[in-house]
């Protein structure tokens, strides 16, 4: 129901677009959240349908979320990637409108897509 899209290779410094597409059901909440092997799944960012949206840190002025709620679809844009922007990158719903404290726990979403591999070299 979530099928994720966009991931590559690319240089530091350089830009990504990755996309969500959601069907079958509404989603109020679409999220990113990435992995690198060993590490546990990371909160990225995420938007509610209303257009309120929760960055990590690590990521503020560098990505940002958009959503297409006629579409169905959720876009990510990354800037000015670094290396440690590496990893697999997993798109995640919920039907809730996710409150902030909420917003970063893996288990606040239902619904997973396939992960998207995100390769930042120098």
């Known amino acids: 129901q979530l099928q994720a899209s966009g991931g590559g290779l690319v240089q530091t410094g350089g830009s990504l677009r990755l996309s969500c597409v959601a069907s079958?059901?509404?989603?109020?909440?679409v999220g990113w959240f990435r992995q690198t092997p060993g590490k546990e799944r990371e909160f990225v960012l995420n938007?509610?349908?209303?257009?309120?949206?929760f960055y990590a840190d690590s990521v503020k002025g560098r990505f940002t979320i958009s959503r297409d709620n006629a579409k169905n679809t959720v876009n990510l844009q990354m800037n000015s990637l670094k290396l440690e922007d590496t990893a697999v990158y997993f798109c995640?719903?919920?039907?809730?409108?996710?409150?902030?404290?909420?917003?970063?726990?893996?288990?606040?979403?239902?619904?997973w897509g396939q992960g998207t591999l995100v390769t930042v070299s120098s």
């Open positions: 995640a719903a919920s039907e809730l409108n996710l409150i902030a404290s909420e917003a970063r726990r893996v288990d606040a979403y239902d619904y």
């Open positions: 079958g059901r509404t989603f109020n909440t």
């Open positions: 938007i509610r349908r209303g257009g309120i949206k």
